[in-house]
């Protein structure tokens, strides 16, 4: 898998590009946040897709496990023109140009859900607010040492024992 500033840096740069000049901010920061309006981001924690694959070992007793991951960029917008915004967002997912950016921060988006209008009166003034999850994909590879048997040691004889020779044909199921 990407770095996690990795992936963080790849998701900035297309929230920001995208929608300037607004503040785009990563919403789990501890610090002020920036007048209205503004972007803050947030990733969830990544969850694997199906079982990982592995592949046969070499020869020098290494193998290769690659496997999908998938997490949600949950992106909320403050103030005014948050409905335009988050739908310039979703749609520029479509854009060939922005395919190629995430594809080469290793990233792939899945889904573009709704824009949801989630304003709310904070004090005594109305804040608008709108939300938006995308749901991305990236990969994870790394390498496993299962080892091999090399030498086996037997202490005491071998009795005499009983051989079944047997006939398997492996192009049909038994």
Known sequence: MPAFNDIRNTLYDWAFGIVTPEPVI???QNAPRPAMPYLTLRIT???PIGQDYQYSPK???TGKVTGNREFTLMIQHFGAGGYDAMEALGSSLERFTIQQMLNAGSLAY???LPTLDISML???RFEERYSKDVIFRTHVDHSDIPGFINR???DGEIQAQTVIERTVDINTNP
């Open 26 to 28: 990563w919403a789990d």
């Open 110 to 112: 899945v889904q573009v």
């Open 152 to 154: 086996v040691i037997i």
């Open 59 to 61: 020869p020098d007793g």
């Open 45 to 47: 924690p990544s969850s």
């Open 122 to 124: 904070v004090d005594t």
